[in-house]
């Protein structure tokens, strides 16, 4: 939290002649004087003033609410932490830890999409650029735009959806998936709907962004990951490992998407995004490259603007603006796979970041990510004014 700076306040006694004896207090002091009497201040923030307890318990209830092997949350406000915790195991006999490292699956997204505003900053692309500059080989290249695989409105099927794919992912999760394997099975089947006319995720999208940016940039796109936005959000603990791998200590998975419950940790997650683009990291990381983007850290205030805009709606209450969901003026992402859950959330007015990290345990069902759930709650209980939930 930064430094209170002295100001005078305009007291009730000036107007009546009285003294101003009283009437200076600090910025922290007169924001706290305005929090309800169960909050307290953090940076001029009103947040509930047991967040730490608060988030501690619903970490540790999720585990048999949601049959979770393990889960973490962590709230942050304006950079400060305010709680981390951890609970469950991430093997047998072995607790997880803050510090264990995962993989972080559509976190990466508005990374892609930052550098993609980044290259538009330095005059390099236009949003509006059809993709037939760099993919003239893709069907309905020079009706589709940047702009459209950034907000997912490119109307192209989604290759995790089908039914070959999933067959052969499930037959041998270990393969590693090339990006145009992947390309090819979405472009291969007509489009969902017509180029820039509303949402439908694909994760061909992202693997389709990330290669033009690898051709804008002449690099590899772990290159440009790791020097464009790793480095300058000071994302230590955040890795782009070419194969399975994650680094010690490792936050394991387990899975029964098969039909049996297995240790899912070292299944390939090619698959998942564009070559260059698929991390792993940690909770503070998370929440820390949140925020940075949530304020466009990297950004110019236009690009910036244009990140966070939403595009398209998704349902009543979510948006999705370029690589993130807009929902009651939170931003989101939400990656689940491979028995791993994620959630990370940022309330720009109130300069929140929450996130929150699960794995799957027995019994749990594999098709929802109970990372969300959790962080609803604890969005909801830390700031009541500006819920999250109702999405």
Not at 323 to 351: D, E, H, I, M, R
């Amino acid at each position: 939290m930064r430094s209170p700076k002295t100001v005078t306040l305009i007291c009730l006694q000036v107007l009546l002649g009285a003294s101003l004896a009283g009437c200076a207090f600090t910025e922290a002091e007169s924001a706290a004087k305005a929090c309800p009497s169960d909050q307290i201040s953090e940076g001029g923030t009103c947040i509930a003033g047991d967040t730490a307890e608060f988030t501690e318990k619903q970490v540790e209830d999720s585990l048999k609410k949601y049959k979770l092997t393990a889960a973490m949350a962590g709230v942050w406000v304006d950079g400060k932490k305010i709680s981390t915790v951890a609970s469950g195991e991430s093997m047998t006999g072995i607790p997880a830890s803050k510090d264990m490292h995962f993989r972080i699956g559509s976190v990466a997204i508005p990374y892609l999409t930052t550098e993609i505003l980044k290259l538009v900053d330095e005059g390099k692309v236009k949003l509006d650029d059809k993709i037939s500059r760099w993919r003239p080989e893709l069907p309905h290249a020079d009706e589709i735009t940047l702009k459209m695989l950034a907000s997912t409105t490119s109307g192209y099927a989604d290759y995790v959806t089908d039914p070959k794919f999933v067959a052969e992912l499930y037959k041998n999760p270990f393969r590693q998936w090339t990006a145009e394997e992947l390309v090819d099975i979405s472009v291969s089947k007509p489009l969902v709907k017509k180029p820039g006319t509303g949402f439908v995720y694909s994760h061909a999208n992202w693997v389709i962004l990330g290669d033009i940016i690898s051709k804008v940039e002449k690099k590899p796109l772990a290159e440009v990951m790791q020097n464009n936005i790793l480095k300058p959000l000071g994302l230590t603990q955040t890795q782009i490992p070419a194969t399975a791998e994650i680094s010690a200590p490792v936050l394991h998975a387990f899975d029964n998407e098969r039909d049996v419950f297995e240790d899912s940790t070292y299944w390939d997650p090619s698959w998942t995004l564009a070559p260059g683009s698929v991390m792993t990291g940690t909770l503070e990381d998370m929440g820390k490259s949140f925020a940075a983007l949530g304020e466009g850290k990297l950004l110019t205030p236009e690009s910036h603007k244009v990140q966070i805009t939403p595009v398209s709606d998704v349902s009543p209450t979510t948006s999705y603006a370029l690589g993130v969901a807009v929902q009651k003026t939170w931003l989101l992402q939400n990656p689940s796979f491979a028995g791993y859950q994620g959630t990370v959330a940022y309330l720009p007015s109130k300069k929140i970041a929450i996130a929150t990290v699960a794995t799957q345990g027995i019994g749990s069902d594999a098709a929802k990510n109970f990372s969300t759930e959790l962080l609803i709650s604890i969005a909801d209980h830390v700031v009541p004014d500006t819920p999250l939930s109702g999405g």
